[in-house]
C-alpha cells in the first residue's frame, strides 16, 4: 500500500479513503474468515509481497491460493493467521483469491494486481465525487473499470481494532467498487481524479472502448465507400466530454471535404485538390527496436508533433501489452515510435482511447486518423464477444489511382 506521491508504474489503480478511526469488535471463530478490506473486485499491490491474513479456529490449517501461488498457514492460539504472497505484476486480468479451512472456503473474484494507494485526511479528502462540480460530467461518463476504490465506514473508537465493521451488499462504504457510472458517487473525488491521471499515465494502457471498435469500423467503411467523408475532431475536446462545445472545426474541416470532393475545388496557387484529410496510417516497420510509421501520400506533407507533444502513441510486443510510448517525426514524413518497456516491439497504435489525446498533424494543421497497426481481437468493456477485423485491401488495386483504392476494400468484422 502506499501514500500518495508520484511514482507511476502500474495498470490497475486502487484508491482506498480512510476514516478518522474504524473499528468493530472481534468476532467469535467458528469458520476461516478474511477482514473485510478483502472482497470481490479488490487490488492487491504489484511487485511487493502482499499479506494475507485472518481468523480461524486454534491449530487450523488455512490455504490461500491466488494465481498459481498456494502457501498455508496453521492459526495460533488466538485463532490469528497470514501467509505472504510473493511479488507479482500488474496485470489486467482479473484472479481469484481462495482461502480454504476445514471447515469452509472464501472466494473472492475479479481481483487485480497494481498499485494501492491509500488516501487520508480530512472533509476534503473525504469529499465524494458526486458533490463535486463536475459530478453531472464525470459520473456519467465514468468507465475506469481497472480503477477500483474503498471507502471505510465511518465508525470512531478510542481503542485500535483489528477489523472494519460489516456493511451490507451494495452499500457504497466497506466494498470494493469500480470507476464506473453506476459504482462511482461517493468516490473521494481527490481520489478519483489522482487515480484516473495515474490511470492514463500508466505504462500499459487498457484499449477495450466501445468507441475504438465503432471508430475503427466508420474509418472503414468511409474507405470502401464511394461519395462519403470523414474527418478527425478528437483534437477540438476541451472539457473531457465525447461531446465537446467548439463546432467551428469540425464544420470547417467538413466544408473542406466537400468543396475538395463534391465541388472540385483546387488549393491556392495549385493544380491539387484542396487538402482536408489528415494523416492517414500507411505501413509500419521494424528497425532496430523501434516501429517506423509511414503515412499515405496526399496527407503527410509538412508532419508535425503539435507543440512537440508525443501523445497518444501506444506500443507492444508479442505479449499484446500496450504501454505508452515515445514518438517522433523522422525523414520529415514518417513517424519513430519506441518504448523500453517494449524493447522488441509488433505493433502500435495511436489515438485508440475513449477520448483520444494526439498531437499529429500534417501541414495544414489538420489532424491524423486514429489508426492501429495490429488485428487482435478486442473484447470491449461490458461485452461477452470479441471483434475481429479482418480488412484486407483489395489485390486487383495495382495501377489503380490511390483516391480510387478506397472503394475497394475486402471487409468481414465478427464477433466471436
Not at 218 to 224: E, L, N, S, V
Request: glycine share 8%; with cysteine; net charge positive.
Amino acid at each position: 500500500m502506499r501514500t500518495i506521491n508520484t511514482k507511476v508504474r502500474g495498470c490497475a489503480a486502487g484508491v482506498i479513503l480512510a476514516a478518522w478511526l474504524v473499528g468493530c469488535c472481534t468476532a467469535v471463530h467458528a469458520e476461516v474468515r478474511l477482514p473485510h478490506i478483502f472482497g470481490d473486485h479488490m487490488i492487491l499491490q504489484q511487485d511487493k509481497p502482499v499479506k494475507v491474513w485472518g481468523w480461524a479456529d486454534p491449530g487450523e490449517r488455512v490455504n490461500v491460493s491466488f494465481d498459481k501461488q498456494n502457501k498455508t498457514a496453521v492459526a495460533d492460539k488466538n485463532g490469528d493467521w497470514s501467509v505472504t504472497l510473493d511479488p507479482m505484476k500488474a496485470t489486467f486480468g482479473s484472479r481469484e483469491l481462495i482461502v480454504s479451512g476445514k471447515k469452509n472456503l472464501a472466494k473472492l473474484t475479479d481481483v487485480l494486481i497494481g498499485e494501492v494507494w491509500l488516501c487520508g485526511g480530512q472533509s476534503n479528502m473525504e469529499w465524494p465525487l458526486r458533490a463535486s462540480r463536475d459530478a453531472d460530467l464525470e459520473i456519467g461518463s465514468a468507465s475506469c473499470r481497472s480503477v477500483r476504490f474503498f471507502r471505510t465506514p465511518q465508525v470512531a473508537n478510542i481503542t485500535p481494532q483489528n477489523d472494519i465493521p460489516a456493511t451490507p451488499a451494495g452499500s457504497s462504504e466497506g466494498h470494493w467498487r469500480k470507476c464506473v457510472a453506476e459504482e462511482v458517487e461517493n468516490c473521494t473525488a481527490v481520489g478519483y481524479y489522482f487515480a484516473r491521471r495515474l490511470h492514463r499515465r500508466s505504462m500499459t494502457y487498457d484499449m477495450n472502448h466501445h468507441t475504438n471498435i465503432i471508430r475503427e469500423l466508420q474509418f472503414k467503411t468511409w474507405r470502401k465507400t464511394p461519395n462519403t467523408g470523414l474527418i478527425v475532431t478528437f483534437d477540438t475536446n476541451s472539457n473531457g466530454s465525447i461531446h465537446p462545445g467548439r463546432k467551428y472545426p469540425v464544420g470547417q474541416r467538413s466544408a473542406r471535404w466537400a468543396l475538395s470532393e463534391v465541388y472540385g475545388v483546387k488549393g491556392w496557387r495549385s493544380n491539387e485538390p484542396l487538402q482536408w484529410r489528415g494523416p492517414i496510417y500507411g505501413a509500419m516497420e521494424v528497425k532496430d527496436g523501434r516501429i517506423v510509421i509511414t503515412f499515405e501520400e496526399g496527407t503527410r506533407r509538412g508532419l508535425r508533433m503539435d507543440q512537440d507533444d508525443e501523445s497518444g502513441f501506444y506500443i507492444a510486443g508479442k505479449d499484446k501489452e500496450f504501454h505508452q510510448a515515445r514518438a517522433r517525426v523522422v525523414a520529415d514524413d514518417k513517424v519513430e515510435v519506441w518504448s523500453d518497456a517494449a524493447p522488441e516491439p509488433v505493433a502500435v497504435r495511436y489515438g485508440w482511447s475513449n477520448l483520444p489525446l494526439g498531437p499529429l498533424m500534417n501541414g495544414r494543421e489538420l489532424p491524423a486518423y486514429p489508426f492501429r497497426t495490429d488485428k487482435w481481437p478486442m473484447t470491449p468493456h461490458q461485452s461477452t464477444g470479441s471483434y475481429v477485423d479482418t480488412c484486407s485491401k483489395d489485390a486487383k488495386t495495382k495501377g489503380i489511382p490511390r483516391q480510387s483504392r478506397a472503394s475497394r476494400f475486402h471487409c468481414e468484422r465478427s464477433v466471436l
